[in-house]
């Protein structure tokens, strides 16, 4: 690890709206870039996951829980999946990496352990990146996602308007 004070904040929620997917966001510049990842993150590093950039969050999102009201973009359940620190391990600046197209960054989280890749795709447009686990000891080949979304959970989540505009 590099200089704790360097380290910022991660969310993954799983998001049950039209489809499930789940929302990567990592705190930077004051605001939580974020990606939809259809089929979640991975701990296994030979599986390359679609991460499909989206719009800004506001740093109040990294803990929002809740069901987004009928009508609204996102409607439906949201949970927070994993949440933690990150630090990059190229580089020094993060809006810089992104910029560059390639950031690559060590999750401490619950979930996400260990160093990542997360790449913008040649050809396929800005919003299109990959979410990739590097092989190191957290890398897992047997490793299944889990929803964290149960029925109990489902039975406590109230209706919430996210904290911000674009939702």
Known sequence: MKDPLAQTRFVVQEHHARQRHYDFRLEMAGVL????????PSMNAAEKRLAVMVEDHPIAYLDFEGIIPAGQ?????????????????????????????????ALYGGELKGSFTLVQMKGRGAKHWLLIKKKDEYSRTDWTIQQRLTKEKRRNLREKVPPCESH
Request: charged share 20%.
């Open 73 to 105: 973009s996102g409607a439906g359940p949201v949970v927070v999946w994993d949440q933690g620190t990150y630090e990059l391990l190229e580089g020094a600046n993060p809006v810089r990496a992104l910029e560059a197209g390639k950031m690559v960054i």
């Open 33 to 40: 870039k974020s990606w939809a990842v259809p089929k979640g």
